[in-house]
T-cell receptor, first 111, second 114 residues
Framework: KQEVTQIPAALSVPEGENLVLNCSFTDSAIYNLQWFRQDPGKGLTSLLLIQSSQREQTSGRLNASLDKSSGRSTLYIAASQPGDSATYLCAVQGGSEKLVFGKGMKLTVNP | SQTIHQWPATLVQPVGSPLSLECTVEGTSNPNLYWYRQAAGRGLQLLFYSVGIGQISSEVPQNLSASRPQDRQFILSSKKLLLSDSGFYLC?????????????FGPGTRLTVL
């Protein structure tokens, strides 16, 4: 059974820091890995999708890497801003249609 | 561009009452559709998914059901709500080609069962 872990559960940082968000998964037989952002009371916004054959994806200040063999992904946020404050979730998709989610990491960027 | 709608946005229902949540997608054809529930402290849980009209797969046995009467419409229902059905219900869609597998989520429905 696939399990996805995000540690720590919460992070508070001053504005301007470069951040590293971690995600680990137990079964390396994945189809893809997706990073999402969720603002309070809102739905999920897709940030980056990494296919299993890829090692990283970039979008603006965000960069996600995937090491499938070790069961790890990292989301880098450069030059963090207060607007980056949200909960970040990673999810992996195996052979089925099912996405398995981590419980998320709540990020607070203080001005 | 593609858009996904969910309604209602919030709902307060008594225990034992029926439920109907609706999700529609615009701007794409033959999407895969998903219902998730997000409960406090438990993360996101896939409830149902559908790869076509009338085709529903259930991930978690419970008193909820799903239907897909049209290509871009997905409905979550219950005949009698339980307290444990409270949560944030999210609909999502994906396509099979191009950026295959990427899931896009709707704004959600906050359900409180009293």
């Amino acid at each position: 059974k696939q399990e996805v872990t995000q540690i720590p559960a919460a992070l508070s940082v001053p504005e301007g820091e470069n951040l590293v968000l971690n995600c680990s998964f137990t079964d390396s037989a994945i189809y893809n890995l997706q990073w999402f952002r969720q603002d309070p009371g809102k739905g999920l916004t897709s940030l980056l999708l990494i296919q299993s054959s890829q090692r990283e994806q970039t979008s603006g200040r965000l960069n996600a890497s995937l090491d499938k063999s070790s069961g790890r992904s990292t989301l880098y946020i450069a030059a963090s801003q207060p607007g980056d404050s949200a909960t970040y979730l990673c999810a992996v998709q195996g052979g089925s249609e099912k996405l398995v989610f981590g419980k998320g990491m709540k990020l607070t960027v203080n001005p | 561009s593609q858009t996904i709608h969910q309604w209602p946005a919030t709902l307060v229902q008594p225990v034992g009452s029926p439920l109907s949540l609706e999700c529609t997608v615009e701007g794409t054809s033959n999407p895969n559709l998903y219902w998730y529930r997000q409960a406090a402290g438990r993360g996101l849980q896939l409830l149902f998914y559908s790869v076509g009209i009338g085709q529903i797969s259930s991930e978690v046995p419970q008193n909820l059901s799903a239907s897909r009467p049209q290509d871009r419409q997905f409905i979550l229902s219950s005949k009698k709500l339980l307290l444990s059905d409270s949560g944030f219900y999210l609909c999502a869609w994906s396509v099979l080609s191009g950026r295959a597998g990427e899931q896009f989520f709707g704004p959600g429905t906050r359900l409180t069962v009293l």
